[in-house]
């Protein structure tokens, strides 16, 4: 079973750019070995932040927003359980029409960006299929201009509840994988629990509030991105962003918990916190890469043997 971690933040906060890092850090834990490589199974808007690794060869994508909408719930399930396009272009493009194989030979990790846009487009996929799930769709009518038909349909309580138990299916597949570490990143999502005690959970978003404060629970070490200002020399008050690996108040709800742990050897945490004593990793870029990140973070892991 592969080691998991799961990057969680909102928009514009270096998600992607650690996936780049975390391909560049297992390539070179194997020493450089010629011919390994990092996939990545992107449902995300972009993988520009990590276009340096797919085209030094060290990270292959498929991109899930690319293939037939009719299979896209068996894209994800298939791509999930190692499955990879026989044909693929540079884009992350698959050509599904010459099928697909489970050969992980050279492959050395696993990403999946992300938990948030793989729910969505798996709801996308259901409604635009016209796929019921216990429950019937909402508004479902029919419209038609210049000889084509456009079908529309609105998600059901019921799609909620198929697509977070297919979530959770398919991160188990993936953090199944017989590869050494698996990394998945998600939007932050906040909301206010649907039981009687109504409270505010903040965590990973998925699909609704349900599995908000359960999704970090599924894997074995979480980092919560989070935007903050700092001061510049020459600029002022500047956004930057940590990555915290400690559970954290929210700086505007202070009583509600950001979820971030770390899953290693007590001796690899002391480590961790001696490096970073105040629970959070600061995504600094230096003139060229980044000084400190995913990569800093799995060296002094690793730095335990």
């Given at each position: 079973m592969a080691e998991s971690f799961l990057i969680y933040g909102e928009s514009g906060?270096?998600?992607?750019?650690?996936?780049?890092?975390?391909?560049?850090?297992?390539?070179?834990?194997?020493?450089?070995t010629d011919g390994l490589y990092v996939r990545l199974v992107t449902s995300?808007?972009?993988?520009?932040?990590?276009?340096?690794?797919?085209?030094?060869?060290?990270?292959?994508?498929?991109?899930?927003?690319?293939?037939p909408m009719e299979t896209k719930l068996a894209q994800v399930m298939l791509a999930a359980q190692g499955w990879w396009p026989n044909v693929i272009d540079e884009a992350g493009v698959p050509d599904l029409t010459k099928g697909l194989t489970k050969d992980l030979t050279g492959v050395v990790g696993y990403a999946w960006e992300g938990l948030s846009q793989t729910a969505d487009l798996m709801s996308q996929h259901l409604t635009d299929t016209q796929k019921s799930t216990g429950q019937p769709l909402q508004s479902v009518f029919e419209q038609k201009l210049g000889g084509q038909t456009v079908s529309f349909a609105h998600a059901s309580q019921g799609t909620y509840g198929f697509v977070q138990?297919?979530?959770?299916?398919?991160?188990?597949?993936?953090?199944?994988?017989?590869v050494d570490r698996v990394l998945v990143t998600a939007h932050e999502g906040k909301g206010v629990d649907d039981g009687p005690s109504k409270k505010m959970v903040f965590g990973p978003a998925v699909l609704g509030k349900a599995l908000t404060d359960k999704a970090s629970s599924w894997f074995g070490t979480t980092l919560h991105h989070e935007s903050y200002m700092v001061e510049d020399k020459k600029r002022g008050k500047v956004a930057a962003v940590r990555a915290y690996f400690e559970r954290h108040p929210d700086p505007e709800v202070g009583n509600v918990f950001w979820p971030a742990k770390l899953d290693c050897t007590p001796d690899a945490g002391r480590n961790v916190l001696e490096y970073w004593p105040e629970g959070f990793i600061p995504l600094v870029?230096?003139?060229?890469?980044?000084?400190?990140?995913?990569?800093?973070?799995?060296?002094?892991?690793?730095?335990e043997g």
């Open positions: 906060t270096y998600k992607t750019t650690q996936v780049g890092l975390f391909a560049d850090y297992q390539v070179e834990r194997y020493d450089k995300d808007s972009t993988f520009k932040p990590a276009s340096r690794q797919v085209k030094s060869g060290r990270l292959k994508v498929w991109n899930l927003k690319a293939g138990a297919k979530t959770r299916e398919y991160v188990k597949f993936l953090t199944a994988l017989p870029r230096g003139k060229v890469g980044y000084e400190s990140g995913l990569h800093l973070l799995l060296a002094v892991i690793d730095s």
